[in-house]
Antibody
C-alpha cells in the first residue's frame, strides 16, 4: 500500500523558514517523480513544485521560485521542501504527491501557517 | 501553460447521475487529465486519468459508478447512482512541460 506521510509544518513568522518532509513507503520511491501541492484555507489546489526521480530536475511555480527548494533522498525514501522567506500567502496545507504522469497518490497533508 | 476550466458547482439527486466537465485551453485540447476527489476535511484522492481519445484508467479502489470520457477539449467525470459520500469537491489536473495545473474545482452537492 502506497503511503506518503508529511511532517514539518507549523506556525512561523513572516520571513522565517520551514523544512517539510515526506516519508514514502509501499512503492519504489527512486523510480517516481514527486511533487508538492498546497491548498490555502477555503481555496482550491495549487501545484507548488516537482522533482524528477533522480533528483536532478526540479520545477517550481513562479510564486515560490528563489524561495523554495525541493530535494529528495532516495536512500531514505524521503522528499524535502525547504521553504525560506515565507509570506502570509504561503499559509496552506501542503500535500506530498506521487506522480506517474498524473498525480496518483496523495499524502494527508501538513499545515503551514505564516503569521506574526 | 495550459488552463483548465471547471464549473464551480453542480448538484444532482441521490441515486441519479451527474457529469462534471473540465475544459482545456486552446493548444492543449489533446492533453491527458486526471480527476481528483476531495471530501470535506480530507486530503484529495486520485480517481482516474482521461485521455483525449476518451479512454480512462481508474485508480485503485475507485467504484464502478465513476467513469470518464472526452469530447474535443472537454474531459468528463460521470458519477452514476449518486451516493451521499460523493458530495465533495472534484478537481481536474493536467500538465505541460514543467508545469502542472489544477482546475478551480467543482463542488458537487447530492440532493
Amino acid at each position: 500500500e502506497v503511503q506518503l506521510l508529511e511532517s514539518g509544518g507549523g506556525l512561523v513568522q513572516p520571513g522565517g523558514s520551514l523544512r517539510l518532509s515526506c516519508a514514502a513507503s509501499g512503492f519504489t520511491f527512486s523510480s517516481y517523480a514527486m511533487s508538492w501541492v498546497r491548498q490555502a484555507p477555503g481555496t482550491g489546489l495549487e501545484w507548488v513544485s516537482a522533482i524528477g526521480s533522480y533528483g536532478v530536475n526540479t520545477y517550481y511555480t513562479d510564486s515560490v521560485k528563489g524561495r523554495f527548494t525541493l530535494s529528495r533522498d532516495n536512500s531514505k525514501n524521503t522528499l524535502f521542501l525547504q521553504m525560506n522567506s515565507l509570506r502570509a500567502e504561503d499559509t496552506a496545507i501542503y500535500y506530498c504527491a506521487k506522480m506517474e504522469g498524473v498525480t496518483d497518490y496523495w499524502g494527508q497533508g501538513t499545515l503551514v501557517t505564516v503569521s506574526s | 501553460q495550459p488552463v483548465v476550466t471547471q464549473s464551480s458547482s453542480a448538484s444532482a439527486s441521490l441515486g441519479s447521475s451527474v457529469k462534471v466537465t473540465c475544459t482545456l485551453s486552446s493548444g492543449h485540447s489533446s492533453n491527458i487529465i486526471a480527476w481528483h476527489q476531495q471530501q470535506p476535511g480530507k486530503a484529495p484522492r486520485y480517481l482516474m486519468k482521461v485521455e483525449g481519445s476518451g479512454s480512462y484508467n481508474k485508480g485503485s479502489g475507485v467504484p464502478d459508478r465513476f467513469s470518464g470520457s472526452s469530447s474535443g477539449a472537454d474531459r468528463y467525470l460521470t458519477i452514476s447512482n449518486l451516493q451521499s459520500e460523493d458530495e465533495a469537491d472534484y478537481y481536474c489536473e493536467t500538465w505541460d512541460r514543467n508545469t502542472r495545473v489544477f482546475g478551480g474545482g467543482t463542488r458537487l452537492t447530492v440532493l
